[in-house]
Nanobody
Framework: QVQLVESGGGLVQAGGSLRLSCAAS????????MGWYRQGPGKQRDLVAT???????NYADSVKGRFTISRDSAKNTVYLQMNSLKAEDTAVYYC?????????WGKGILVTVSS
């Protein structure tokens, strides 16, 4: 069992920056990958960025060059640094972890970007 707690969301002006954190606890061994998804108003949940245990990263085209995913293994935490935010980045952001083929999700955290 894995528990995920997101933090760092809020309201920011377009062009601003925000950093999301996701702290994992419980059965955190054997986690091969973790990432961030988001769901905007009236939209489906889409992948934003992922990072593997080896450090490989992947980003959605819409956030490349603006967002950076990273992790701190000592703190069991994954981060999403979001720069040059746009109104279309407004969404609920969800932390995701896969362990032995099972998906675990955080409760979600709201990011609102005003234009």
């Amino acid at each position: 069992q894995v528990q995920l707690v997101e933090s760092g969301g809020g309201l920011v002006q377009a062009g601003g920056s925000l950093r999301l954190s996701c702290a994992a606890s419980g059965s955190i061994d054997s986690i091969r990958a973790m990432g961030w998804y988001r769901q905007g108003p009236g939209k489906q949940r889409d992948l934003v960025a992922t990072i593997t245990s080896a450090g490989s990263t992947n980003y959605a085209d819409s956030v490349k060059g603006r967002f950076t995913i990273s992790r701190d293994s000592a703190k069991n935490t994954v981060y999403l640094q979001m720069n040059s935010l746009k109104a279309e980045d407004t969404a609920v952001y969800y932390c995701n972890v896969v362990r032995w083929g099972i998906n675990y999700w955080g409760k979600g955290i709201l990011v609102t970007v005003s234009s």
